[in-house]
Structure formats: C-alpha cells, structure tokens
C-alpha cells in the first residue's frame, strides 16, 4: 500500500509561485507514475499534471500549461509540482495520486486511472 503525502500548499497573492511536493512511503515509488489533480469548492476533481515513472514524459492541462512544471527525484521518492503565476482561479485542494507501470495518456477527468490517492493540501491564490 502506498501512502502519499503531499505538502507546500498555502496562502499566495495572485502572480506569486508555490512548489507542492508528494512524497511517499513505498520504497519502490521510482516505478509508479504520478499525477496531480486539484478540486475546488462545488467542483469535480481534475486533472493538472502527471509525470513517468522514469521522469522522462510528463502531461500538463490546458489550464496550467506554461505557469506549471512537475518534475520528480526518485533518489528521494518525490514529486514535485511548480506553480507560477498564479491565478485565483487555482484556489483548491491538490491531490497527488500514483499507479505502477505505464504513466496514463489521459489528461482530463478526475484520475480513475490512479490507485493511491494522498490526502491533498490546500492551495489559496488571493486577488
């Protein structure tokens, strides 16, 4: 069982940068492919980010593409998420999620391709 925990989330004004970061307990993590999904208030959860197991293919969503970079190091079983420019419309929970093997070719919806989910962290972008 993998237990994800991400962190970095808080409170910014709008134009600044968070970097939110998804750690894991299973020692194995290097083989799982990640994701990063966010849901705000009244929402569905969507997709934002994902990235290979190998750290080689990563997916942004439309709505992030060019303010948003993930990245990983499996020397440290992490996966990173930086945000830049932020808008107020980014306001939600993020949730980083992960599945062995193969990183999923789907960039939209709430990630049933996933099977470990962590807890989320909150992100707040003022005006």
């Known amino acids: 069982q993998v237990q994800l925990v991400e962190s970095g989330g808080g409170l910014v004004q709008a134009g600044g940068s968070l970097t939110l970061s998804c750690t894991a307990s299973?020692?194995?993590?290097?083989?799982?492919?990640v994701g990063w999904f966010r849901q705000a208030p009244g929402q569905e959860r969507e997709f934002v980010a994902s990235?290979?197991?190998?750290?080689?293919?990563?997916y942004t969503s439309d709505s992030v593409e060019g303010r948003s970079t993930i990245s990983r190091d499996n020397a440290k079983n992490a996966v990173y998420l930086q945000m830049n420019s932020l808008k107020p419309e980014d306001t939600a929970v993020y949730y980083c999620?992960?599945?062995?093997?193969?990183?999923?070719?789907?960039?939209?919806?709430?990630?049933?391709?996933?099977?470990?989910w962590g807890q989320g962290t909150q992100v707040t972008v003022s005006s």
């Open positions: 299973e020692r194995t993590f290097s083989t799982y492919a």
């Open positions: 999620a992960a599945k062995r093997g193969s990183l999923p070719t789907v960039r939209v919806g709430p990630g049933r391709e996933y099977d470990y």
């Open positions: 990235i290979s197991w190998t750290g080689g293919l990563t």
